[in-house]
């Protein structure tokens, strides 16, 4: 497989191209140079807080099938192993539990601690050397943001550094209030490849075209496009009496009114922050014609307005419609690649260099 070229001068580069979209192959490159790098949700704290809570999960079904445990030792330090038992492969924990002083494999018997380490197993008296460190649980990276809790195979960048720029805009909000409102949570799964539902994303330039009720909320001639090394951010400027964020002195946006922060952290998590709180939206690939999009809503304590919730899922069905479409036109013999406008693509130019640096295994 050729390399993709992405040409950093946005005013020459061209788009992904085509055969990116449609070919089994690049789906399955993008296992091992995205996917096994990436940061992926792992859920929510309030789930675990308890000591001896064990939740069994399985990261990107179908397409990594990497079996994980979150566990809550005796201390409530929360860790995220692999669920893999040592000896012979078998899932350790089979469903979520409470209570539990160990992990114990249903096959013969072997026992680890909470903190992944090897406790006991019979039969193996007589085995030398052992145990040793591989006997152990491998123990995954697991670091939060607020309420949301995160983990990776092999991460790419420390986690601390994919989110600084995010928090640097957005630390005046009371992030630690955000609590999840199940009630406006749900999964959508839309017929596109997953890097097309990402591309929507991170233009407002479909706005006025697809989305009429979010076009009538913001200034459309006050979008702005913001980039930072692991991901960016659009904002939109609230309409007339829209809510919208107070912003304090000295921040970079006082004087403006944010009818929202649209951020970007590669390749797959989109965190909206407005005034009521969070939508995070988790982009996850099925094949290379399917995709599965969470959306979790988390509220600040005291909001004192509706959020809205149908109007996001009404833009939320716009922009599936299109991306459908465009996962249709994309198979055209006639299409290969497309350019980028200069002053409404840049954020989706900083997502297809990105992505092509990861693929073609250099700097990303």
């Not at 788009?15 to 789906?27: D, G, Q, V």
């Not at 040592?86 to 494999?105: F, I, M, S, Y």
């Not at 459309?220 to 951010?233: C, K, S």
């Amino acid at each position: 497989m050729e390399a993709i070229y992405i040409d950093p001068d946005i005013r020459k580069a061209e788009t992904l191209p085509a055969a990116f979209y449609r070919e089994l192959e690049w789906f399955e490159r993008t296992i091992s140079a995205v996917w096994e790098k990436a940061w992926l949700y792992a859920g929510d704290l309030g789930e675990h807080v308890q000591p001896g809570t064990t939740t069994p999960l399985m990261l990107l079904p179908g397409v990594l099938d990497e079996p994980i445990v979150l566990a809550t030792d005796s201390e409530g330090e929360l860790r995220c192993l692999s669920n893999v038992c040592t000896h012979r492969g078998k899932l350790v924990v089979e469903g979520p539990a409470a209570g539990q002083r160990l992990l114990r494999c249903g096959y013969h018997g072997r026992c680890f601690r909470l903190d992944g380490r090897f406790r006991s197993m019979p039969g193996f008296e007589e085995t030398m050397d052992f145990p040793r460190p591989v006997d152990d649980l491998k123990i995954y990276p697991l670091e939060g943001f607020f309420p949301l809790r995160f983990t990776s195979l092999n991460p790419f960048v420390p986690f601390a550094d994919l989110v600084q720029p995010m928090l640097d805009r957005i630390s005046f909000l009371p992030l630690d209030t955000l609590q999840f409102d199940p009630t406006s949570s749900r999964d959508f799964e839309v017929r596109a490849h997953w890097a097309l539902y990402v591309d929507n994303y991170l233009e407002g330039f479909h706005i006025p075209f697809v989305h009429p009720t979010l076009n009538g909320a913001i200034a459309y001639d006050q979008y702005e496009y913001h980039r930072f090394t692991w991901g960016n951010l659009q904002t939109g400027i609230a309409a007339g009496d829209e809510p919208c964020f107070h912003c304090p002195p000295g921040h970079p946006d006082t004087g403006k009114k944010i009818y929202a922060y649209y951020f970007w952290l590669f390749p797959n998590l989109m965190f909206n922050f407005y005034p009521w709180g969070l939508s995070l939206n988790v982009v996850e690939p099925i094949n290379p014609e399917r995709t599965r999009v969470r959306f979790r809503s988390y509220s600040f304590a005291g909001t004192g307005f509706d959020r809205t919730v149908n109007a996001l899922e009404q833009t939320e069905f716009e922009d599936e419609a299109v991306v459908e479409s465009v996962m249709q036109g994309i198979r055209s013999r006639a299409y290969h690649r497309g350019r980028f406008s200069v002053s409404m693509e840049a954020n989706l130019h900083h997502f297809h260099s990105l992505l092509a640096g990861a693929l073609n295994q250099g700097p990303i």
